[in-house]
């Protein structure tokens, strides 16, 4: 049996406390629920989910770095407070063929000031913000038509 192409989902700090962290800003979804509803997508999709999660800058790089080396189809970036600070998660982006989306689920560019700077957009394949959960889904379609 083939294996199905595989699409890498990283999350970074503080996203394992969705549901809880702030729900006026970013739900009451858990990462598990986005899990689960993604791995369904998936499926019907052809395609295969690896979602992980750490609070550990170093972790996201490495596991960039294991997308490329895996020939991963792509990669669903949520990266957290690293997105307006991190510019080793920009190089290690930049440094792979595997085409990365970046999703957030607020909007970064209706909050604070320093939220609208992102060191991954300019290197990701594209960037979809403040749709909620549904950007984990959206970025998803993205990338099976990628």
């Not at 729900?23 to 295969?48: F, K, M, N, S």
């Not at 770095?65 to 792509?74: S, W």
């Not at 792979?96 to 909007?107: A, G, Q, R, T």
Request: hydrophobic share 45%.
């Amino acid at each position: 049996m083939a294996t199905l192409p595989k699409v890498y989902v990283l999350n970074g700090p503080n996203l394992n406390l969705l549901g809880l962290r702030e729900p006026e800003i970013y739900g009451g979804d858990t990462l598990d629920d986005i899990a689960g509803r993604l791995e369904d997508q998936a499926r019907e999709l052809g395609l295969a989910v690896d979602m992980r999660q750490s609070n550990h800058e170093g972790h996201l790089i490495d596991w960039l770095h294991e997308a490329q080396a895996e020939g991963a189809k792509a990669v669903i970036l949520n990266p957290g407070g690293f997105t307006h600070t991190s510019v080793a998660l920009h190089d290690a982006v930049k440094a792979i063929d595997v085409p990365v989306i970046e999703v957030h689920l607020s909007n970064p560019q209706a909050r604070e000031s320093f939220r609208r700077r992102s060191f991954v957009a300019p290197v990701a394949r594209g960037t979809i913000a403040g749709f909620g959960p549904l950007g984990y889904a959206l970025a998803l379609d993205a990338a099976a038509r990628l």
